[in-house]
T-cell receptor, first 113, second 113 residues
């Protein structure tokens, strides 16, 4: 089955700096990679995703990159703000609906004002 | 549109007791998933319903866990008898047929003492 590793487990950055979270996956058949953000006491919410036919995707201050050959994908947050503080989960699955999501272990991001 | 709801939000029970968690998916979502997050670890897949049928229950830890989705609407997850290692946050998620994006509920925090 799929195995997703995520690093770092915790990350502290100064407001305005960038944050990078990295994940690796094992199943070469995985082709859809969502990122979820879970704020304290709230539900995980999808913030961005990338498919295997794309190397990079950007949405305002958030970007994801994917290296299929190395089975790496990363989340980049620029100009961090205190409201970016949360736990971030990467995930991998084979798209098509009937597939379980395999999550990474989560990264607790703290943005220091 | 109402999101995924879960009940209760918290449950504290003693070892050996029974607990039933409930999930109401977004109306019209055929796919319903149960996940569990143990403190500091990944969000781990438990099982997946398509309507009322169990599509994949490979993540269920043992036969103390029983999930049902009678009628293909809400789902229940019963733990009987509960053990200390069952403590964690149980998430439910739902998605439309063949869709990748899963919408999460707020979770039920289960504490077994």
């Amino acid at each position: 089955g799929e195995n997703v590793e995520q690093h770092p487990s915790t990350l502290s950055v100064q407001e305005g700096d960038s944050a990078v979270i990295k994940c690796t996956y094992s199943d070469s058949a995985s082709n859809y990679f969502p990122w979820y953000k879970q704020e304290l006491g709230k539900r995980p919410q999808l913030i961005i995703d990338i498919r295997s036919n794309v190397g990079e995707k950007k949405d305002q201050r958030i970007a994801v990159t994917l290296n299929k050959t190395a089975k790496h994908f990363s989340l980049h947050i620029t100009e961090t703000q205190p409201e970016d503080s949360a736990v971030y989960f990467c995930a991998a699955l084979r798209s098509g609906g009937y597939q379980k999501v395999t999550f990474g272990t989560g990264t607790k991001l703290q943005v220091i004002p | 549109e109402a999101g995924v709801t879960q009940f209760p939000s918290h449950s504290v029970i003693e070892k050996g007791q029974t607990v039933t968690l409930r999930c109401d998916p977004i109306s019209g979502h055929d796919n319903l998933y149960w996940y569990r997050r143990v403190m500091g670890k990944e969000i781990k897949f438990l099982l997946h319903f398509v309507k009322e049928s169990k599509q994949d229950e490979s993540g269920m830890p043992n036969n103390r866990f029983l999930a049902e989705r009678t009628g293909g609407t809400y789902s229940t997850l019963k733990v009987q008898p509960a053990e200390l290692e069952d403590s964690g946050v149980y998430f439910c998620a739902s998605s439309q047929e063949y869709a990748n994006e899963q919408y999460f509920g707020p979770g039920t925090r289960l504490t077994v003492t």
